[in-house]
């Protein structure tokens, strides 16, 4: 399909591309959550904007700064998908158009830093809000638990291979 031709506006919702969105998010998260179980949260660089992005986040969505960051820790869907969340986020968004790159395309985000990426913990969300969020979580030590998680599940599945590599007698 020539992306010359292709009005967005007009477009039908196509199976293999919806398919093919899903698939890219997927191999997002898998890379992110394998980032988490090998760097520190803290010590984490998503962009090379991380600074501008936290501050502006941190500025534009004050919620995020209330009770021990309680509206990062758990994002709130209803919130996000709300006619004022959804304005905040569209003009937040649109600073990062020509600044990051595919910064609308969707991204699995989870709903609740302190657990793993799961059926009921995790949302689709822009690209860009991904960044944002994760970014404010990695520098408040909101993902230090999910480090966490991340290597014992690692040291889990590492323990695992070599029980069966020694089983089938290789090692």
């Known amino acids: 399909m020539s992306t010359q031709s292709f009005d ?35 010590a984490l660089k998503l962009t090379k904007l991380d600074d501008e992005i936290y501050e502006h986040t941190m500025s534009a969505f004050p919620e995020f700064n209330e009770e021990n960051h309680v509206h990062l820790v758990k994002l709130d869907e209803d919130w996000l998908k709300s006619n004022i969340g959804k304005k905040k986020w569209r003009e937040f968004c649109q600073v990062y158009e020509k600044k990051v790159k595919d910064y609308n395309f ?5 709903t609740d830093a302190r657990q793993e990426y799961g059926e009921t913990n995790t949302i689709f969300v822009t690209r860009i809000q991904f960044y944002a969020i994760e970014i404010a979580r990695n520098r408040l ?14 040291e889990k599945e590492r323990l695992k291979k070599e029980k069966a590599a020694k089983k089938h007698g290789t090692s």
Do not use: C, M
Request: no cysteine.
């Open 141 to 154: 030590g909101l993902n230090d638990g999910a480090h966490e998680i991340a290597k014992a599940d690692a």
């Open 8 to 42: 967005p506006n007009n477009a039908q919702n196509l199976v293999e591309i919806e398919k093919q969105f899903a698939v890219k998010a997927v191999e997002h998260a898998q890379t992110y959550w394998n980032l988490l179980e090998k760097v520190p949260p803290r």
């Open 106 to 110: 969707g991204s699995l985000i989870r």
